[in-house]
């Protein structure tokens, strides 16, 4: 039986650099044998949690149904879940942010998810690496609480437009961060 990755990305550039180590590091997993699902946030219907804290009464992990509950099921069949995104603003693009927020959907609802390996595959445009902070510790928070284990973290600076990720070892380091699962 193959393992099961699920790969959320943030970004609403299908050509960026993201989405370029995001394409690397699935390249490489499915190569290792994993059975690789993937969801790109920017382009479904997400919206914010409301904090009804009725999450998975209705049957559904979100009682305000949006397309977190066509991801929710893949993230409790997963082994491994892997971040993906641009920094925006100094933090997670909106449509991302939306599914790490109603992650809180399983704590609310008393669900056991703990134990998962995951990952964060990040790049920003300035060349200063604590730009990079604004996504990497509410990961590190989010995994704490939902007792999830990083097996590593690409932090790219320094890139912005399509193919910059391309002068960097970028799409490298999310290859081998594959083998890290």
């Known amino acids: 039986m193959s393992k099961k990755m699920l790969v959320i990305t943030g970004s609403p550039r299908k050509e960026g650099n993201s989405f370029a180590m995001t394409d690397a590091l699935i ?10 699902t993937r969801f790109d946030a920017a382009f479904l219907k997400l919206g914010g949690c409301h904090a009804c804290e009725t999450c998975f009464r209705t049957g559904k992990a ?13 993230v409790a069949e997963a082994d491994a879940v892997v971040f993906t995104t641009p920094v ?5 693009p909106s449509q991302i942010k939306s599914v790490i927020d109603k992650l809180y959907s399983f704590c609310v609802a008393g669900k056991d998810i703990a134990g ?12 200063d690496m604590t730009v990079l902070d604004g996504v990497r510790i509410p990961y590190e928070r989010t995994i704490a609480l939902l007792k999830w284990e990083s097996v590593g973290e690409v932090l790219v ?10 002068k960097t070892d ?3 380091r999310a290859a081998a961060l594959a083998k890290a699962f």
């Open 27 to 36: 390249e490489a997993a499915q190569k290792q044998g994993y059975e690789v």
């Open 62 to 74: 979100c009682s305000f149904d949006d397309d977190f509950n066509k991801i929710a099921p893949y």
């Open 88 to 92: 925006y603003w100094y933090s997670y």
């Open 116 to 127: 998962k390996k995951c990952a964060l595959i990040a790049c920003c445009e300035e060349e």
């Open 157 to 166: 600076p320094g890139v912005l437009n399509p193919g910059d990720i391309d």
């Open 170 to 172: 970028g799409k490298e």
